[in-house]
């Protein structure tokens, strides 16, 4: 196994800029925009449902799922659009679509022109949520790729945090007992979803505008044939030596392949196990369960005692810890390695929702069970995802693919991702209806087992390596 350090390693840390660092930061705007975008509903959805007039159990699941068609969509399309025409014409896309879709969303006067325009955000997710994270990835030097790639996740969380804290600020206090009819008629369900909408906007204009002037890959760039453009924003990232290094090494992976091979590549012997490894990543993120906890709070919090104002404020604790816990990632990352921090969370996770299985168990068969406790095990299952498994695949799935094909390979694994979470968010009620909390809540603790599995057998450290030497060794495995 191939353990070299990035071979301008210490050139990289006396150039080290505020430069590398804006335009990471800038590529992570589209995680922020994917965080509040996907978590925006969760506050919204009463009073829109109320404002629409949605009482059945498809209107309300169709309303809370439909966007994840667009990101499948928007995660497909990603591959072939970035390996084509480079990944800053993907960013930007991704900027406008977040731009248009948070415009009409906060005008519709229908619930089909509703769904539409979520469909459409749905797609700007996907494009950023397999963009954001690969440009970060061949822009960063080794040795602090983890953290800048993390830097994604921060901005997702941070997104989420912000979704939440703006639908509470905007939300109205909500008397108890308000029926579905007198909800119907409150401020809320006739205009303040829409402005939790609408705050969108300012953010992706923000991205818009900072996509514009951010460098194309550097990878993308010799691959393209444009080496002298490769190796000016490789210089200005790292120096002149970690410049001529870097693209030496960039040259070396790519061989004779400088055209896009396209999806067929990746049933290549060599590389179909390393796309198995990252779509399985990809889909134990998600099938871990938190993001149940984030589409479900209501529920969730409701069987554990609490009323929906109390549940508003849960959410925002939620989020709180999300974004705390994000920068413990950050910080370890490229300390720990990303191995041993997928491993603390998958087994964190498992005991985690052992015990509050066990908690909805003992509370179904009438024992009194205070709901902080249930609050408290949330709050840790959070806590252990955001500092493991949310950032941490990001960055894997960013690194382990060869350069040729990273494009697509992402592309198919957030695919993956996408479809993943959509099967977790549509069977939650029926698990939920079938084997209850605690039920639900088991099956998640034995996802997590087998993800440890996955990760104790299959993935390799990555911490400090150069994507190219990361090559070497996964396709010889």
Known sequence: MHTTLDPAASSAQAHLTPYVWLISVVAACGGLLFGYDWVVIGGAAKFYEAHFGLTDAWSIGWAQGCALLGCLVGALAAGTLSDRYGRKPVLLLAAMV?????????????????????????????????VSPLYIAEIAPARVRGMLVSLNQLTIVVGVFAAQIVNWWIA??????LTHDALTATWNATTGWRWMFAACTVPSVVFLIGALLVPESPRWLLGAGRDEEARAVLAKVGGQAYGDQALADIRASLGAHTASPGLAALFDRRLLGVLMLGCGLAAFQQWCGINVIFNYAGEIFAQAGYDLNDVMTNIVATGAVNLVFTFVAIATVDRLGRRKLLLIGASALTLIYIALGACYAAKAAGAAVPPIAFLLLVLAAIGAYAMSLAPVVWVVISEIFPTRVRGAAMSVAVGVLWIACFLLTVTFPVLNERLGAAGTFGTYAGICLLGLILVALRLPETKGRSLEDIERDLTKR
């Open 98 to 130: 977040f731009v248009v879709s948070s415009i009409g969303i906060a005008l519709v006067d229908t619930f089909t022109a509703f769904w539409i325009w979520r469909v459409l955000g749905g797609v700007g997710i996907g494009l950023a949520s397999n």
């Open 172 to 177: 109205e206090p909500v008397p108890a007992g």
